[in-house]
């Protein structure tokens, strides 16, 4: 498909809307990293606000991405991606509901894996107090205490976070801990 035409048929499918928050303004395709070729399947049509955010994570809204609410029940894997990686970025600022949103999103093992695929460049790779680098699905023990702010209690040293993922910093990883979905910075961490 030329690029030309994966533009006119992302318009289509998201039937002029952002495939986010359904805002008709400003729209683009954006490209789902880690692209090697463009393709319909991995993008997705966003409005200019959207995209804003999704770059500039330091600037997230956390009101405007209720939106993923609707959205993240699209059947299409490419949303369910970026609903599933927005609401992972938000779970990390306390508000309860995107853990809400998270424990509901259904999808499927392949395209959970895609989600979580490293979205950084990979000469920065995420590593351990011992050097050795995070590999998604990975378990790793906490090497000290530690408050989690969102969550609100605090993670024992020895605790094991499991089904870790890759965030788009390399001094944090997400995981599992005590039934929570946690991004947790990665100097109190040794991989098992
Ligand atoms: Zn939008």
Redesign the pocket.
Known sequence: MSIDSIDGALLKRGDSK?E??K?DEDLSAYDIPPITQRSLDKSIL??S??LHQIEETEEMDPNHWR?LNDSMWSEIAAVQVMSWRILNRLNGLGLGWPDELLEMLYIEDDVKKWAMANMRPVDEPTVDINGVPFTVGCSAVMTKDMYITGANFTAKRGAVVKNIGLTNKSTSIDGNLNGFRIVLGTGYLKII
Do not use: A, Y
């Open positions: 952002c986010l928050c805002s966003v409005c606000s959207c939106c």
